[in-house]
Each structure stands twice: as C-alpha cells, then as structure tokens.
C-alpha cells in the first residue's frame, strides 16, 4: 500500500485532481469511490478527503465546478423551504454570471456531445443536487419536483449562456430570480393535484 | 433565369431540400431567403412556396424538424390565452415522445456543439416560435414571456431526452403537462410584479 503524502506536499493535489479525472472517466459518476482515487494517485484515503471533503467535492473540483454542493447545497436549505425558490435562482445565476462560472459552459458542451460525459454530468447533478434537495422535501414526488427545478435553471441557462438568446442572455439576476423563483418555488412545496 | 420545375417533377423537391441546407449552413437562418434557395436548386421561388410554405417551412423539412411553427403555432393559439401553457406543453413532449420527434435529440446534439449550427437553430427558434408566441401576448415583455416558455420547455427536454435524468425521464405526457403547464400559463399571462 503506498504511503499518504501529507497536506502540503508539493504536487499531491494537483495528482489527486488528475486521478480523479482517469477514475471519473474510466467509470463514472456512480462507481467512482475515494479510495479508488486515492489508489491512483498513490496517496492516502485521508488526504483525499482532508483537500476535498467529499466524493462531490473532489469530483467538483477535477471538472472545476463551481461550488461544492456538499457546501452550498445544505446553505441554500438551512433558512427553510420559504422562498427556497429564488434564494436557488438567484444562486444558480450569480454563479454562471461569476467567473467561477466559465468553464460551465464547455462542461454542457461536452455532455452533449458526448454520452460518456453527459452520463458523468448526470450521476453529479442527480445524487450531489437534486437528490440533496429532494431529501429536504416534504412534499409527495420529492425526486420529480427537484428535477422539475433542475430543468427550469437548465434550460434558461442553455438559453442564456450557450445559446445566447435575447432578451434571456441580458437580463439582470435580479428579473431571473423573479421571474423564475416563484415558479421554482411551485414546483418545490405546491400541494398536489 | 433558369425556368421553374413544375411541382411532382421528379427530384425538385429533394433538390429544394439540398439546396436549403447548403443555403442555411453557408448563411445562418436569419440571411437565407426563398429566392436565393430557390436559385441554388435552379427552380423558380414559387415552387419553393408551394411546397413548404414559408422560409420555416424549408427549414423544418431541411432540418428533419417535427413540425412547421407556421402551422402549427396559429393552431395552439388559435383556443386563446386561456389553457394555452397546458396546450403547449402537451403539444411539445407528445411531439418529441412521437415517432417525428428522434431528429431532435440529433439537433440539439449538433447546436450545443457547434457554434454556426446553434446560431442557426436558435434563428429559426428565435423567429418562428418565440416570436410568433411573442406577437400573440398581451402583456408586458412578450418576447422574455415567451423565452421563459421556451427555457422550461428546452430544460426538461435536454433532462428527459438527451441526458435521461429519471424521474423526468419516464414521466407520463399528462404528469409533464400537469406540472408545466400552469409554469408556462404563469410566464405567458401572469401581471408584472
């Protein structure tokens, strides 16, 4: 068994990054595990999870991810489900608009150009998002109505940033959260029909 | 001036259709005119008309596109305001879920991963669709009312048919209706807040 570099040592994040994008793409989402990883890299489970916290966090970061969900996700959810909705538009935004948010835009395309990636993308999104949100749910359908969310921001994001269509590309944050957080918020607690 | 072909002679129409798709890819949607798809194929413009309608109807045909919007839009609207998010939301996953709808997956493909083909797809959705839905609201800010009916539905598409996201993805065209449509009802009617 190699021995764990400690935090610190020159290079060893920068590797753990790069076995997490072979593991990622050799197996995906799903079966991707920390100490598969960690095996690759030659380093310490440990020191995995000391840089990245996580399964997500790592995988967050080899992509270059905007955000953790494992971080923003339990944030976005801590005030209650009342105006869930737009805290998650205004979120979603404020990210694609931010410079952290750039290389989205070329993960979107490569998932849809290609089945592996797209199928990479979607074990993320659906275990480290909308399963996260649909388990603050208490509504009946949690999984249904937290992909509901999941298509309204996708959409208007493929609109927004790939496709560039007026007057969506150069609307302000602030008449995207108000235009869609309500309709967000519908789908998270409306009561069924 | 080369003499126009009369309708039913063998090839023209194909010939109308080859014609078309060197015009569009050369020139994008916007630019392309009946007359020069026309010239391209050597028959007269009137031929064009007479067998696909419109500029939208070429393209619909050209690009294996389930429907033409200049007939089908008049249509959905036809009923009135009242209901017509629900009609549009019907109208689109039974299209998609119906045997005309697998060249659509291959569209969307082939736009998110090459610029000119986006460019042009989103043209012909820009004027054919989200304009005309646009030109038949009554309220303020048609066309961001009309894109945000285009985001909701775009967004659940890419999650039910090119990424398979579940449960989205084995939903019931009734269940996607009965979600979607009083989102779309909201974005085409609600009052300015």
Known sequence: V???RRPGESGSRERILAAARAVFAAGGYAEATIRAIAARAKVDPALVLHYFGSKEGVFAAAMEFPFD?????????EPGL???????????????DGPRGRPLVGLLRSAAGNQRAAEMLRDFVSEAM???LAAALPAANPRLRASLVG???????VLRYVVGL???????VDE???WLGPTLQEYL????R
């Open 2 to 4: 190699p021995r764990g």
């Open 69 to 77: 969900p494992a971080e923003v996700i339990p944030g976005l959810l």
């Open 82 to 96: 009342e105006e869930l909705g737009e805290r998650l538009a205004r979120f979603f935004f404020q990210t694609w």
């Open 130 to 132: 909308i399963g996260r």
């Open 151 to 157: 298509s309204q921001l996708i959409g208007a994001a």
């Open 166 to 172: 007026e007057p969506l590309a150069s609307a302000s």
């Open 176 to 178: 995207l959260a108000e």
């Open 189 to 192: 607690t409306r009561a069924a």
